[in-house]
């Protein structure tokens, strides 16, 4: 499945760090995976870039930070808007994660790592998405597959049944007419 979904790295999360203590932390942490991920969906889907046409969109809805958008601004600039910077997000993320659990708040490697892979997944599907997007199928193209498989299945339907000729002659040796009813 290429589609991220954030509900394991969610379920993860309320899992690996239980507590009231904790709660703004995975917020926080599930708001920057649900941010790489809309930022992907921006980049490959219209109806996405029309709901968040600019950074200041996602400020209003609560999704970025000024101070995020600046950093993702710097980056664009950077980069000078030819590269996705899909995955900055995920980084932070994998910050605020680190920073948990240097704070004790996740109890042993095994859960961070699990924590980790949660985020890379998120973040390696985000790239699958736009390497699909960057390869455009035309119309054609589905449409002559499309008939081809159906062109198939009508061969196949009639090559593969099994006929006895001389079922349909008569004791005269003449033909006997089948007809539909």
Partial sequence: MTVPWL????????????????KKTRRLITR?????NILTLRRISSGVAKRFPT????????????RE?????KLDQTTEGLHATT??????AQGVLRKARDEGSISSDLLYEKLQSNLQ????KNGTLLMYAGVNIPLVY?????????????????????LTPTRYIG??????PCTLR
């Fill in 121 to 124: 997944d998120i973040c390696s």
């Fill in 171 to 176: 004791a005269a040796g003449d033909y006997v």
């Fill in 7 to 22: 509900d394991n790295l969610c379920m993860n999360l309320a899992s690996y760090m239980p507590g009231d203590n904790m």
């Fill in 32 to 36: 920057l995976a649900m941010l790489s």
């Fill in 69 to 73: 958008m600046k950093k993702l601004e």
């Fill in 142 to 162: 589905t449409q002559l597959v499309t008939i081809a498989v159906h062109i198939y299945f009508l061969v196949a339907l009639f090559g593969r049944q099994y």
């Fill in 87 to 92: 995955w900055y997000p995920i980084q932070w």
């Fill in 55 to 66: 950074y200041e969109h996602f400020i209003d809805t609560g999704l970025m930070t000024d």
